[in-house]
């Protein structure tokens, strides 16, 4: 079956930056497009970031183009957020996603928490 996982999340000072990590399994993932989701406190999941299945074309939320960027390596089945400049809004648990078959599968998250 389908399993994401992710990792990286953690407390960082505004202005910092991280990278978040998400290790796929249960599909071929090279031929999917992938997607870093965000769901801030009291608020709905947003879409943060998309890449294709080559990795050739990437889309970003306004509100962090020009500081996150998202990757892929098919090679080892991970796809990376590369969160820099990050702002207190930022604060979210972050997830990896997948539609495979009209169906959304989501990893456990990995909380990121933006404070001085």
């Known amino acids: 079956q389908v399993q994401l996982v992710e990792s990286g999340g953690g407390l960082v000072q505004p202005g910092g930056s991280l990278r978040l990590s998400c290790v796929a399994s249960g599909f071929p993932f090279s031929l999917y497009v992938m997607n870093w989701y965000r769901r801030a406190p009291g608020k709905e999941r947003d879409m943060v970031a998309t890449i294709t299945y080559t990795g050739d074309r990437t889309t970003y939320a306004d509100s962090v183009k020009g500081r996150f960027t998202i990757s892929r390596d098919n090679t080892k089945n991970t796809m990376y957020l590369q969160m820099n400049s990050l702002k207190p809004e930022d604060t979210a648990v972050y997830y990896c996603?997948?539609?495979?078959?009209?169906?959304?599968?989501w990893g456990q998250g990995t909380r990121v928490t933006v404070s001085s």
């Open positions: 996603n997948v539609i495979r078959s009209g169906v959304p599968h």
